[in-house]
């Protein structure tokens, strides 16, 4: 077996395209709940890259669904939840997050 056989044989790589960098910020999340409530809840963003976000919060929300989240900087910004679990280690529900807005945390 040659390199260009373990290319081939390999699945695309699950890194992301930008580096998350941690964090610890607080900032509140806006969106709908699996059973169509509304929620407005305080958060902490504890990983971010120029795209995304992985935040920590206390209310149920499903993968896909449209969050607007307001940093303690800035503007609000859209986001749509593209991972949804709870951390093993402290028991968080937390979420990952894919900015819809192409600037990214620090458009003007």
Do not use: C, Y
């Not at 935040?55 to 859209?78: A, N, W």
């Not at 819809?100 to 945390?105: I, K, S, V, Y």
């Amino acid at each position: 077996m040659n390199a260009k056989d373990l290319r081939e044989g390999t699945s695309p790589s699950q890194r992301p395209r930008s580096p998350r960098v941690p964090v610890e910020f607080a900032l509140e999340v806006e969106g709908s709940t699996p059973d169509g409530k509304t929620f407005h809840v305080k958060a902490q963003a504890i990983k971010i890259s120029r795209a995304g976000a992985t935040i920590v919060l206390d209310e149920e929300v499903v993968e896909g669904s449209v969050v607007t989240l307001t940093p303690p900087f800035g503007r609000k910004l859209e986001a749509q939840v593209n991972g949804v679990w709870t951390d093993e280690v402290d028991n968080t529900r937390r979420i990952g997050v894919k900015l819809l807005d192409t600037d990214g945390w620090f458009a003007e």
